[in-house]
């Protein structure tokens, strides 16, 4: 996450990806990448993390609230739903 603020998207890509595949039932960390990949637009792939943080957790709500935006923005540019 304090990559992410810093502006280094790329080295905060790669520390997620590495933190999920050590820890792949961990529902904050897939919120906080599916976050993540929201801000950078990466809709289609947040949607993935938010959805699996969903599946671990399935009473948390920030993750379906911030699953519906990134679904709502993806429908917007065109993308999957």
Do not use: H, I, K
């Not at 502006?7 to 976050?35: C, I, K, M, Q, W």
Request: no cysteine; aromatic share 8%.
């Amino acid at each position: 996450v304090a990559l992410a603020r810093a502006g280094r998207g790329r080295e905060a890509d790669a520390s997620f990806r590495r933190a999920v595949d050590l820890a792949p039932g961990d529902a904050d960390l897939r919120y906080n990448f599916g976050t993540f990949l929201a801000r950078a637009g990466r809709f289609e792939d947040a949607q993935r993390e938010l959805s699996r943080a969903l599946a671990l957790r399935p009473d948390f709500e920030e993750a379906r609230t911030n699953l519906a935006r990134a679904r709502a923005a993806a429908a917007r540019r065109g993308g999957t739903r």
